[in-house]
C-alpha cells in the first residue's frame, strides 16, 4: 500500500510539474538554474498523506556552500539538518486536520563529504516529508515557517496538487500561508 501511494503522489507531482513546465521554465531562464534566497517546494495531497519536497541552495539554509571543513560550518550543518527533519515546525496544517509526520529526510552533496567537489560551487540541500492527516477534509491551509527558521530564505515558489486540482503560488515571508 505504502508503495501505491508514494507512486500515486510521485505521479501526482510529475503531472502537476509537467502542467505547468512552461511557467517554471520561464521563471526558470529569468532567474537562473541557482538562486540565492529562493527555494521550491512541491506538495502532493492525496486521500490522508501529503508528500513536500523541498528544494533549497545551502546558502539560504547554513550561509555557505562548500564542504563544512571547519568545526563552525559542521556544527551549522548538523543544526540546519535538524532544523530541516522537524517538519511539524516547518509545515503547520489546519489544526482541525489533525496532521502528523511520518517521515522526514535531508540529502545534499555536502552530506556525503568526500567527493563533493563538483557540488560545492552550487551545493543545494533537499528534503522530503510526509504527514498523514486524520481529518483531512478540515485541511485548509498550510503555514510554511521555513522563512522564520532560515531569515536567508526570500521567496518560495510552490506546485500544489491535491483534491480541488493544482496550483502554483510564491511564499514570502510576510505571505507564507498556502491556501489548499
Same mark, same amino acid.
Given at each position: 500500500?505504502?508503495?501505491? %501511494?508514494?507512486?500515486?503522489?510521485?505521479?501526482?507531482?510529475?503531472? +502537476?510539474?509537467?502542467? %505547468?513546465?512552461?511557467?517554471? #521554465? #520561464?521563471?526558470?531562464?529569468?532567474?537562473?538554474?541557482?538562486?540565492?534566497?529562493?527555494?521550491?517546494?512541491?506538495?502532493?495531497?492525496?486521500?490522508?498523506?501529503?508528500?513536500?519536497?523541498?528544494?533549497?541552495?545551502?546558502?539560504?539554509?547554513?550561509?555557505?556552500?562548500?564542504?563544512? &571543513?571547519?568545526?563552525?560550518?559542521?556544527?551549522?550543518?548538523?543544526?540546519?539538518?535538524? %532544523?530541516?527533519?522537524?517538519?511539524?515546525?516547518?509545515?503547520?496544517?489546519?489544526?482541525? +486536520?489533525?496532521?502528523?509526520?511520518?517521515?522526514?529526510?535531508?540529502?545534499?552533496?555536502?552530506?556525503?563529504?568526500?567527493? +563533493? &567537489?563538483?557540488? #560545492?560551487?552550487?551545493?543545494?540541500?533537499?528534503?522530503?516529508?510526509?504527514?498523514?492527516?486524520?481529518?483531512?477534509?478540515?485541511?485548509?491551509?498550510?503555514?510554511?515557517?521555513?522563512?522564520? +527558521?532560515?531569515?536567508?530564505?526570500?521567496?518560495?515558489?510552490?506546485?500544489?496538487?491535491?483534491?480541488?486540482?493544482?496550483?502554483?503560488? #510564491?511564499? %514570502?515571508?510576510?505571505?507564507?500561508?498556502?491556501?489548499?
Amino acid at each position: 500500500m505504502q508503495a501505491n %501511494t508514494r507512486f500515486a503522489i510521485g505521479l501526482l507531482v510529475s503531472l +502537476a510539474l509537467a502542467l %505547468t513546465a512552461a511557467t517554471a #521554465e #520561464e521563471a526558470h531562464r529569468a532567474q537562473g538554474p541557482h538562486v540565492h534566497g529562493l527555494a521550491s517546494l512541491d506538495l502532493a495531497w492525496e486521500g490522508k498523506v501529503i508528500q513536500i519536497g523541498l528544494e533549497s541552495p545551502a546558502a539560504n539554509l547554513v550561509g555557505f556552500e562548500h564542504r563544512p &571543513e571547519a568545526d563552525a560550518d559542521r556544527a551549522a550543518l548538523d543544526a540546519a539538518v535538524a %532544523t530541516l527533519k522537524d517538519g511539524e515546525r516547518l509545515f503547520r496544517f489546519s489544526p482541525e +486536520a489533525r496532521c502528523r509526520l511520518i517521515e522526514a529526510g535531508v540529502e545534499s552533496a555536502l552530506l556525503e563529504g568526500v567527493g +563533493a &567537489e563538483g557540488q #560545492e560551487a552550487h551545493a543545494d540541500l533537499d528534503a522530503e516529508y510526509r504527514f498523514e492527516c486524520a481529518e483531512p477534509g478540515q485541511l485548509r491551509q498550510v503555514e510554511v515557517g521555513l522563512f522564520q +527558521a532560515f531569515p536567508a530564505t526570500r521567496s518560495i515558489q510552490v506546485q500544489y496538487v491535491g483534491p480541488k486540482g493544482q496550483a502554483a503560488a #510564491e511564499l %514570502t515571508a510576510a505571505s507564507p500561508m498556502l491556501r489548499l
